[in-house]
Nanobody, 125 residues
Framework: QVQLVESGGGSAQDGGTLRLSCTASGYTSSSRCMGWFRQAPGKEREGVAAIYSTAYTTRTSYADSVKGRFTISQDRAKNTVYLQMNSLKPEDTAMYYC????????????????WGQGTQVTVSS
């Protein structure tokens, strides 16, 4: 059974940092395109970052709202994808989801078919 499990969410102050992790089981995450999404109450799910990593290359993409502040990375040996979030802002408050899909580099939710259960991030001013 394919499963994605997120962890690392919590509370942070404005300007603070958090690191989210997403561990895949049931398949190798490096064989799929991985992404991070978020959804705030009353808002649509938003793509945050995406990664495609092989033994020879890594490609990443980011939403404009997080460029320069968030970094997506992947540890293929651990089957884990990370989202390092720096300079957090109150508007980053949302439920964050990890997802796997077939269109590498996309930050569109419709391109992803496997989703984790989400981890809450709350940033206070």
């Amino acid at each position: 059974q394919v499963q994605l499990v997120e962890s690392g969410g919590g509370s942070a102050q404005d300007g603070g940092t958090l690191r989210l992790s997403c561990t895949a089981s049931g398949y190798t995450s490096s064989s799929r395109c991985m992404g991070w999404f978020r959804q705030a109450p009353g808002k649509e799910r938003e793509g945050v970052a995406a990664i495609y990593s092989t033994a020879y290359t890594t490609r990443t993409s980011y939403a404009d709202s997080v460029k320069g502040r968030f970094t997506i990375s992947q540890d293929r040996a651990k089957n884990t994808v990370y989202l390092q979030m720096n300079s957090l802002k109150p508007e980053d408050t949302a439920m964050y989801y990890c997802a796997a899909g077939s269109r590498c580099g996309s930050v569109l939710a419709s391109d992803y078919s496997i989703w984790g259960q989400g981890t809450q991030v709350t940033v206070s001013s």
